[in-house]
Each structure stands twice: as C-alpha cells, then as structure tokens.
C-alpha cells in the first residue's frame, strides 16, 4: 500500500509537543519526503529547546515507522541557535546514548568526546577527497575489495549523500530489508556488507537537505544498520571538508584517512585542505593516493601524464604523510566501475588489481600500528 503525505501528518497529530499543541501545528516541521515508502523530514527548534524535543524525535520516528507501507523513515531533530538563546546540550538525534568513554585526551566539553565505537566493527576509515571529480569512489570501493582479498572481514558505506555511486558501481539496486528491531539489514555484494542513500531512494532524486538532514543520515547510516563482526569500515566521503566529515569524525573513533587525489594542482590544494581538516579533528592521515595519475595507450603502450605527474607523492612528502601508490587512468577501470563489477572481480589477476591490493596491504598494516582510540 502507498504512503501518502497525509498519512504522515496524520500519524503525527497524535504527538503532543512541549509547545501545547500536536507536532503538525507546532510550527517546526520542514516539508515532508515520501518517496516509494520511504519518509524524511526534521523538526527545526531553537537549539535552547533541543532536550525537550528530542522525545518527541523519538515519538514521531517510531509513529511514522509504525505506518502500513513505510519501509524506512528518517527523522532528524535539528537545533540552530538563535540571537539570545543560551547554549544547548548536545543531543543525539539517532537516540543512541554518549559513549561511557571519550576519546583520549579530548576534553569532556569537546565535540571528539562524544565518540563512540560501533559494536562488532575494529576499525573505521574514512576514504575522502578535497574536491569531487578525483575517483574517490572508485577507489573506495576498490580498496575494500582489496583488503577483503587480504582476508579482512570487510563493509562499505557510501556517506556521499548528495552524489551516491556505489550502487552503480556493484550493479544493484535493491532496497535494504529491516530487521523485527527496524535496524536495516545492509545489501551484500561481493562478499561484503554495504549501505548507502542510493539504496533508499531513486537514482535521479535530488537529495536538497540542510546539513542537519545530512549528519542525521548518516548517524542512521552508521547506528541503524546491522553490520555484523568487521575488521575495518571503509567509508566513502563525500568531497570537501563539510558537515558529513564532522560528523562522522566527532560520532565514532575514526582510525585514519585516505585521500585521493589527482596529480594537478588544483586537486592537491583540495587535498590539502582534507588533510588538515582530519588532522584538526585528531585523525591521522593513513597516506595519500594519486588517482589518474597517467595514461597508458592500450594499442601502442605510450605513457601521457594527462594531469601531471607526482603531485601526490610530492605532496605526501612535504606534508610528512605516507604515500600509498599511484593509479592510471585506464578505460577498463571505467568500463568496469560502469557496469557495476569493479576491476577486482571483473579481471582479480590484472595488472590494475595488484596495485589496489598493494596499496590496501599498506593500509593494512598502518591499521596495525595506529593506536586504538579509547
């Protein structure tokens, strides 16, 4: 059975709000997104109000999940402070409790000591760009495969809201099933657990979200998905240094960053930018990847530096990070990321394959040497 919207605003009229009258009237709802059964909206207060609301978060999350027809919702509190207003607690409009330990050496009143692990996963990497454009998710995707191959338990999440790809790039396009705790179980593909905001909504949806909307996703992302026992998350970022990297670095101890870059100047500034932002919110950059780092012909062997060539390991060495591995622009790693097989399944002994899984045994083994967050 459809959902409509006002079934939604129905649903929602029978929750009282500390304004005295039902959530519909209250005057804090942002429009409401049905789409194939899936529901996202947020309730928008001044943030001096936000403890008080966030039961009503939960009343109205579990409402509208209680609707005939809904497969998924996503209800964010959002709380902005306004002129005059005293500073609000910190919420967690997931409902997920703040962790009983902080990240050492952050102070108790830091954003970083709100972190708290996700039981069953060891490790969380992020893999991130300073600009799109660079081949991030292919890389991601690629690199999972890779440590996979290394005989890690592996899962992906593509934290790209506004631009997922890795459903195209496996070749699905399933919806998520839920479990009886309406936690979604993840789409396995390739041997490995993965989540995304492809997976919940059309391919040409434009997702037009406030940064609320987007930290509230993937918190839901991260908590709400049964993941089972992993060794390492990888996460696909969104480019830039925004909302998504901030949230993802102040919710969970973050073990470390890959950035992808290509060889131009352009991409490195970019990347620059990536690794002083992880390294302002206490994560190490694990190294630095060049992308499209040069052109082989296929028919006469001739090599072209189409963007360069070097700007990443040069980078690396000035910054004093690692420098993991250069990889070509090559028409059968785009041809195999379009048709949804990604180079270690489509051609697993190729010349292309080694050089990701040689780069995912450096990431392996700097996972080994980088200190645990406690």
């Known amino acids: 059975m459809a959902v409509d919207q006002k079934q939604v605003v129905a ?8 304004r005295g009258v039902a959530l519909p009237q209250a005057g804090v709802l942002s429009d409401i997104a049905v789409t ?4 996202f909206f947020s309730i928008n207060v001044d943030a001096a109000e936000a403890r008080a609301w966030e039961d009503v978060r939960a009343k109205a999350d579990a409402a509208v999940r209680a609707i005939p027809g809904v497969v998924t919702a ?8 306004r002129p005059g207003s005293a500073p609000a607690p910190h919420t967690h409009s997931h409902g997920v409790k703040p962790a009983a330990t902080r990240q050492q050496g952050a102070p108790a009143d830091s954003p970083m000591g709100k972190q708290q692990a996700i039981p069953g996963i060891a490790n969380i990497i992020a893999v991130a760009s300073g600009k799109g454009g660079v081949g991030k998710s292919t890389t991601a995707l690629n690199l999972a495969l890779a440590l996979r191959d290394l005989g890690l338990r592996v899962g992906l999440l593509d934290a790209d809201i506004y631009g997922p790809s890795v459903p195209r790039l496996i070749g699905v ?9 309406k936690k979604m179980i993840p789409i396995r593909q390739f041997g490995m657990p993965m989540m995304s905001i492809g997976f ?6 434009a997702m037009v979200w406030r940064g609320p909307m987007v930290m509230s996703a993937i918190r839901q992302m991260l908590w709400d998905v049964v993941w089972g026992e992993l060794d390492v998350l990888v996460v696909d970022m969104p480019p830039g240094t925004g909302d998504a990297q901030l949230t993802l670095a102040q919710q969970v101890p973050l073990r470390g960053a890959v950035i992808v870059s290509t060889p131009q100047d352009l991409a490195l500034i970019d990347a620059r930018r990536g690794i002083s932002m ?7 950059t694990l190294g630095i990847i060049e992308n499209m780092s040069y052109f082989e012909c296929p028919e006469c062997g001739t090599r072209s530096d189409i963007f360069g060539h070097g700007g990443a390991r040069h980078e690396a060495e000035r910054l004093g990070v690692p420098f993991l591995g250069e990889i070509p622009l090559h028409i059968s790693i785009r041809t195999a990321s379009d048709a949804g097989m990604p180079v270690l399944e489509s051609d697993p002994k190729g010349t292309h394959a080694a050089i990701y899984r040689a780069i995912g045994a450096q990431i392996k083994d700097r996972l080994a040497r980088v200190p645990a967050k406690v």
């Open 11 to 18: 649903a929602l009229g029978a929750i009282a709000t500390p």
């Open 36 to 39: 194939d059964g899936k529901v």
């Open 74 to 81: 996503l209800v964010a509190l959002t709380a902005e402070k």
């Open 173 to 181: 396009n399933e919806k998520p099933a839920l479990n009886a705790d």
């Open 200 to 205: 919940l909504v059309a391919e040409e949806t």
């Open 278 to 284: 992880f390294a302002k919110v206490d994560v190490p």
